[in-house]
């Protein structure tokens, strides 16, 4: 079975400034998919980025990029030039590539953003 | 268009008593996922539904725990004999088909078992 860890409980990063998550995740599978999703007080989860795991290149989203190392199973989200409206739950989350398409999560990051 | 939606947004109930939550999906979307969101844990898969095909019920914790979808479109999720280590947020998500990767997660459903 996979399993994906947050080791960070909490971060805190000043507004504009730049912060990295980090995820692991331990599979046997070789293709996958890797998502960020953001969960705010209002309990909905947003989808951040996602990462195909046969891509090799690093997916990005206006702010937020991700460091994926497929050997390491490592896949840390980096948010460039925080905002207020980034202070949230974040979830690292993998996908199998086959028929069974549940996410299986890790435990999440609260972010704090402080001015 | 209409995002996921869910009832009730909160649900307060007794030990013992059953419930039942509901999901609107996205019109449209093939698949739906029920997960569960434990105080201070990530979202655990609970069941999903694929078209016409079989659930995958393999996250269901206990008998207790059941769900239906009918036509296709809105899915129930029944909790018999409610434990207090039910209280959970209870997310609710769709996707247009499996191998589709996006899933679109409704805002949930606190449930407080007294």
């Known amino acids: 079975a996979q399993t994906v860890t947050q080791s960070q409980p909490e971060m805190s990063v000043q507004e504009a400034e730049t912060v990295t998550l980090s995820c692991t995740y331990d599979?046997?599978?070789?293709?996958?998919?890797l998502f960020w999703y953001k969960q705010p007080p209002s309990r909905q989860m947003i989808l951040v980025i996602r990462?195909?795991?046969?891509?090799?290149q690093n997916a990005t989203e206006n702010r937020f990029s991700v460091n994926f190392q497929k050997a390491a199973k490592s896949f840390s989200l980096k948010i460039s030039d925080s905002q207020l409206g980034d202070a949230a739950m974040y979830f690292c989350a993998y996908r199998s590539d086959g028929t069974a398409s549940k996410l299986t999560f890790g435990t999440g990051t609260r972010l704090q953003v402080t001015l | 268009g209409a995002g996921v939606s869910q009832s009730p947004s909160n649900k307060v109930t007794e030990k013992g008593k059953d419930v039942e939550l509901r999901c609107d999906p996205i019109s449209g979307h093939t698949a739906l996922y029920w997960y569960r969101q434990s105080l201070g844990q990530g979202l655990e898969f609970l069941i999903y539904f694929q078209g016409n095909s079989a659930p995958d019920k393999s996250g269901l914790p206990s008998d207790r725990f059941s769900a239906e979808r009918t036509g296709g479109s809105v899915s129930t999720l029944t909790i018999q004999r409610t434990q207090q280590e039910d209280s959970a947020v209870y997310l609710c998500?769709?996707?247009?088909?499996?191998?589709?990767?996006?899933?679109?997660f409704g805002p949930g459903t606190r449930l407080t078992v007294l």
């Open positions: 990462q195909e795991a046969y891509k090799q």
């Open positions: 998500a769709s996707s247009l088909a499996v191998l589709y990767n996006e899933q679109f």
């Open positions: 599979t046997s599978e070789s293709d996958y998919y």
